[in-house]
């Protein structure tokens, strides 16, 4: 802060804000972050100002009805000044304005400077706003000086702004305030939910959690992030605590009847209470990995709440976080989660991955769809469909490719496709044989198992190994695949596929295994190619055979990788200036699906398409928010871009994926997978459909999303 500052730089509420200034030459400025909650009213004074001598107020900053800012002339300054003692004067006097909504429950910063000849407006760094006036000092009798000046949140208006304010100064001259919105920006706490796993997003936007006593529940985990208002990741040595709560009182959930905590942290295998073992922020980042004990037989129709608070860090919202609802479920209980099916003719499915619960839209409805409405827990997806029923599309077994660049890529059928029968998006011609009779029931072990059904068959694969599959972490499921494709012929890895994709309620699981065996066989080829049997080699010497590599599997030769991508893939593989095998192998897991992905027929062209740009190549999430970014904030509503997401990968059941980041109607973004598969590759009695629209103009249908971003 400088010498001749006035100020606070602690979060206090604004409510109390009060700081005096005795401006010179009638110049002053001023800046501070400031923070709205959801229980704000609005029109609304945010600062008044006041004088000793003067027994009433007048308006020096407000938010009006639409919950946008403006900035008023200054009694004795400005000829143009609001009357004092009248609330809505400002309306009829001139003042600086911004030409957007202020976000709720989001940190802005904002900025004012006054002179005796104009007034300015600043939000986030940016000039938004000013307003030529007439001075009244020429008037006053020889005197340059104001009287002592005090800005405050005194109330008295019927106002009921609800709000916080962090780093507030005065300054008794014209300052640069765009020096200060990068000083010391003010902290938020929020979930990363493009981390969520082994989490069901129910047709309301409802989480389920398979909760019960220690032989059924199921751990589910999630990241929660400490940023600043930039979106950094703040490093402090703090711990993160959580808890459970009702959702609709917000108090904490009680231990049951044996006295066990409701909400488990499970560490290295042992579960404690949430209570008793916080996790630790590593570089801004704290991993859960939670489970929630005997709730779902005596709590059924209550909704929970995860809470995640730091309390070094002070009992303030923006440094609380809470999860969506949460519904609490017996593994035995029969129950079909509903598939989320658009009543529009587009056909995109969407997974939510951002801060979102779900697209809040009129015109959802629930939608019992054959194998999908059997959505196991243990994943987290919602689909949109076409009319009440998914969309189905037969097509040629054999993988058409979209131009000449593919012809040496379709005459080695097996490098890319492996001679399974598959459609558009890697499933198994035969998938559906798997679906033909749903059960009525989620649980595994009831009712019309397939376990049952199948008794009298037997596969050179175990049931053991096939559901040793389905419950271990991503580590486990690579170790699994790697020992399998070994040895094991495709018709078995086909097979497990199926079996996979049956108890996991989704097929996503099926498309990674029936990739494996490619996958595998051509990173140790490539490796074996490009190292020359050493153990490690410079990052420069491997990216040339990396990138050729992926040009034939994606089936691009026109678009090869930028700079920016190549970037990337230099830090997923660890950022070092030698590739090991292992760096190259993380590397691989993650470039070979989005190759994969790339060669689709209705991916193809978006990709090699330049101008427009429709997939931004290989950013991170970070980089994309940054994209929709302008000058006064974000960009307008609907404005996307399309990515790869850098945190799957292979054996991810969403390796490979497209993920859309559009600025939402709230002026806040939101992450969103794309599922493609009942657009694109489902059968129906070998029919193909020939009016499934190119996927630039169903994604240009949702409502959500209008316009390309950068």
């Given at each position: 802060?400088?010498s ?25 400025s001023?800046?501070?972050w ?47 000044a609001p ?20 976000p ?7 900025g ?14 940016e ?25 405050a ?22 300052s640069s305030?765009?020096?200060?919105h990068l ?6 706490l ?28 199921r ?16 490093d402090?040595?703090?711990e ?24 488990l ?18 570089l ?29 860090l002070?009992?303030?919202p ?9 519904r ?5 209980r ?19 991955v951002?801060?979102s619960?779900?697209?809040?839209d ?15 827990p ?9 009319d ?16 000449e ?7 080695n ?6 001679e ?16 033909d ?84 066989s051509?990173g ?17 010497n ?6 050729k590599?992926?040009k ?21 593989a ?12 993380k ?12 060669s689709?027929?209705?991916?193809n ?7 427009p ?22 960009q307008?509503?609907g404005t ?12 991810h ?5 497209l ?10 973004l939101?992450?969103?997978l ?8 489902s ?22 999303l ?5």
């Open positions: 802060m400088d001749d500052s006035v100020g606070s730089q602690e979060y206090s509420l604004l409510k109390d804000l009060r700081l005096q200034i005795e401006p010179k030459d009638g110049t002053f001023l800046c501070f400031l923070y709205f909650t959801t229980s704000s009213t609005f029109p609304s004074t945010i600062i008044q100002q006041v004088y000793s001598d003067i027994s009433e107020s007048a308006p020096f900053l407000v938010i009006d009805d639409n919950k946008r800012i403006h900035l008023l002339p200054v009694v004795l300054l400005h000829e143009e009357d004092t003692g009248n609330i809505n004067s400002w309306a009829e006097v001139p003042h600086a304005t911004v030409d957007f909504k202020f709720l429950e989001k940190w802005v910063h904002v004012c400077q006054v002179c005796p000849d104009y007034i300015q407006l600043q939000i986030n760094g000039i938004v706003g000013e307003k030529s006036l007439c001075s009244l000092l020429n008037e006053k009798s020889g005197s340059s000086d104001l009287k002592k000046l005090t800005l949140n005194v109330g008295g208006d019927g106002n009921s702004v609800q709000g916080y304010v962090h780093n507030f100064e005065i300054f008794p001259s014209i305030v765009k020096d200060y000083k010391d920006p003010p902290l938020k929020s979930i990363d939910e493009s981390s969520v796993s082994e989490i069901e997003e129910e047709s309301d936007g409802v989480w389920a959690v398979v909760g019960g006593k220690a032989s059924c529940r751990n589910f985990s999630m990241d929660v992030v400490l940023s600043d208002a930039f979106g950094q990741p703040v402090k040595e703090n993160v605590f959580a808890s459970l709560l009702y959702a609709d009182t917000r108090v904490p959930v009680e231990n049951t009847t044996d006295d066990e905590a409701p909400l942290a499970s560490y290295d295998g042992i579960e404690f209470s949430s209570h008793e073992r916080p996790s630790k922020l590593l801004g980042r704290a991993s859960f990995k939670l489970k929630i004990s005997q709730l779902s037989s005596k709590c059924d129709n209550r909704f929970f709440l995860i809470r995640f608070c730091v309390p070094k002070g009992n303030y923006f440094l609380e976080t809470y999860s969506h609802p949460i609490c479920i017996s593994r035995s029969n129950t079909r989660l509903s598939t989320l099916v658009w009543k529009r003719s587009t056909v995109l499915n969407f997974s939510s951002s801060q619960s779900a697209l809040d009129g015109s959802l409805e629930l939608q019992h769809s054959g194998h999908e409405a059997q959505a196991n243990l994943v987290k997806r919602f689909r949109i469909g076409q009440k029923t998914p969309v189905s599309v037969k097509t040629d077994p054999t993988f058409e490719q979209p131009d660049e593919c012809n040496s890529h379709v005459q059928a097996t490098q890319v496709e492996n399974f029968p598959r459609s558009f998006d890697g499933r198994p011609a035969n998938f559906n044989e798997a679906y009779s749903p059960s009525d029931s989620e649980s595994i072990g009831e009712g019309n198992s397939p376990l049952n059904s199948m008794a009298s068959k037997r596969y050179p694969i175990s049931d053991m190994t096939i559901f040793k599959y389905c419950l271990a972490s991503l580590a486990e499921k690579s170790l699994i695949l790697k020992e399998i494709t070994t040895s094991a012929p495709d018709k078995e890895i086909l097979e497990l596929a199926n079996h996979v994709s049956h108890y996991s309620g989704c097929s996503h699981h099926g498309n990674q295994i029936l990739i494996a065996k490619r996958l595998i051509h140790r080829n490539l490796w074996k190619e490009m190292s020359l049997n050493n153990h490690h080699i410079p990052w420069e491997g990216v040339y055979d990396i990138q590599h992926f034939m599997i994606a089936c691009c030769g026109s678009r090869s990788l930028s700079p920016q991508d190549l970037n990337l893939l230099r830090k997923i660890g950022s070092q200036e030698y590739l090991t095998q292992e760096n190259f192998e590397l691989w897991c993650w470039l070979y699906p989005v190759a994969i992905t790339i689709r027929e209705w991916i062209p978006i990709w090699k398409s330049t101008s740009k429709w997939i931004e190549g290989f950013i991170t999430k970070e980089e994309a928010e940054a994209s929709l970014q302008g000058p006064t904030g974000f307008e509503p996307f871009v399309l990515r790869f997401p850098t945190s799957r990968s292979w054996p059941p969403d390796a490979g994926s993920v859309v980041t559009y600025v939402g109607n709230d002026y806040k939101h992450h969103r794309l599922s493609l598969h009942q657009a694109y590759g059968y129906n009695n070998g029919d193909k459909r020939v009016d499934v629209k190119p996927l630039q103009d169903m994604l240009l249908a949702e409502p959500e209008s316009q390309l971003g950068r």
